[in-house]
């Protein structure tokens, strides 16, 4: 069905035009209070937040161009849906990795790890993402979808990991003799890809192997995926699109 079948919706569009410039704002303003060194891109944190921002801008114009047109003129193709649902995935994992293991984790502890730098962090890691997620669920009924399409959700921590590993393999070291930017990904830790030992468990480590960690992370994100095209069905259909 075309998204010209059903003319956009005005308020819509204008509320989520909102919801779009706030999350790029505050992930902008995010990354310069805690980007210290090129290194910084190499985190899965700015790297989904520059994403994000990236697709969230180009929705942005694409918006600014249905409301200059009355929604008559301007049609967004399922790609750039896709691509949005990529981007979103992305940003749920910087929200749930950092909330569930990097925080709790942090030595300045939990509060102090999203409020630190100005609360920069909260910004990159909760405000951002929530909006971002919220924007999609809501707005974004349009995109037609199949279960299927939930793969889709692992395709950006699957090629993060592929970068990490080779990274590291070439001789890059974050924080000065870990093997990868999180201790969940820690394969040089002595749990390695398939240890196990709690009793470890720390800023370097979870005491779990990295293979474990890809699995379960694996299985949540497409289990992520199903649950967002699922709620945006149910949008799309109280809309009567389907």
């Given at each position: 069905?075309?998204?010209l079948?059903?003319k ?5 569009l204008?509320?989520?035009i ?5 999350a ?6 995010g990354?310069i209070?805690?980007?210290g060194s090129?290194?910084?891109?190499t985190?899965f944190t700015?790297?989904?937040n ?9 929705f ?7 409301l200059?047109s009355?929604?008559e003129?301007?049609s967004?193709g399922?790609w750039?849906?896709i691509l ?6 992305s940003?749920?994992?910087?929200f ?5 293991l990097l925080?709790?984790t942090?030595e ?5 790890a999203?409020?630190?730098?100005g609360?920069?962090?909260f910004?990159v ?6 909006l971002a ?7 974004d009924?349009r ?5 299927n399409h939930a ?12 970068f990490?590993?080779i990274?590291?393999?070439l001789g890059?070291?974050?924080n000065?003799?870990?093997?990868a930017?999180?201790?969940f990904m820690n394969?040089?830790?002595k749990?390695g890809?398939f240890?196990?030992?709690?009793s470890i468990l720390g ?7 990295v293979?474990y ?7 949540i994100f497409w ?6 095209l ?9 809309k009567?699109?389907l």
């Open positions: 069905m075309s998204d079948e059903t956009y919706n005005r308020r819509e204008i509320i989520g909102i919801i779009k410039a706030v790029v704002a505050a992930s902008v303003y990354m209070r805690t980007i090129l290194k910084s891109f985190y700015n790297l989904s520059i994403l994000i921002d990236i697709v969230l801008v180009m942005i114009y694409m918006d600014i161009r249905l200059a009355e929604g003129k301007v967004k399922n750039a849906y949005k649902f990529m981007a979103t995935i940003i749920t994992l910087t749930l990795i950092y909330l569930t925080a709790p942090n300045k502890g939990f509060v102090m999203y409020l630190c730098n609360a920069g962090s910004c890691h909760m405000v951002t993402p929530v997620i919220a924007d999609f669920i809501l707005f009924y995109y037609r979808s199949t279960k793969l889709f959700a692992t395709i950006p921590p699957l090629v993060y990991v592929a990490v590993v990274a590291a393999t890059m070291r974050w000065e003799n870990m093997y930017p999180y201790n394969f040089g830790a749990t890809w240890g196990f030992d709690l800023a370097e480590t979870l005491g779990i192997g293979f960690m890809i699995i379960v992370l694996f299985l289990g992520i995926g199903l649950i967002y699922a709620m945006k069905n149910v949008r799309r259909k109280s009567g699109l």
